[in-house]
């Protein structure tokens, strides 16, 4: 911003971050949003309060974006950034898939990284 009443900096790279959170860790698909403007998935993350195992993956319009599902790891959270068919366009859909952990946690959280597209 320059001080000017009403102008913005595009200039900086602009990120934003969706999450979903899975409780008891059930298994299944799970929409999150519709993604409002056009954008790259940058890292797709996970985390899991309690139990063990259980993998996650993220996928757009049905497309996984990542090659292999993240492994969770109990109240740590991992993440991946080399990612496939990351770029969102305007209207596009996100949604989270989980796999059944063992061990009954409390809750498994996926988040998806984006970079607004200029």
Same mark, same amino acid.
């Given at each position: 911003m320059d001080g000017r009443a009403g102008d913005v900096d595009l200039s900086a790279v602009r990120t934003f971050s969706k999450e979903y959170r899975v409780a008891k860790g059930a298994a299944g698909t799970y929409m999150v949003t519709r993604l *409002? =403007? +056009?954008?790259t998935a940058i890292a797709v993350r996970a985390y899991r309060a309690g139990g063990s195992g259980g993998v996650v993956n993220a996928q757009r319009n049905g497309g996984d974006l %990542? +090659? &292999?599902p993240l492994a969770t790891v109990t109240d740590t959270w991992a993440g991946w950034t080399h990612l496939q068919n990351v770029v969102f +366009? /305007?209207?596009?859909? %996100? /949604?989270? =898939?989980t796999a059944d952990p063992a061990g009954s *946690? /409390? &809750? =498994?959280v996926v988040q998806v990284d984006f970079r607004v597209n200029p």
């Open positions: *409002p =403007v +056009a954008c %990542l +090659a &292999e +366009a /305007s209207g596009d859909t %996100l /949604s989270v =898939v *946690p /409390s &809750e =498994v």
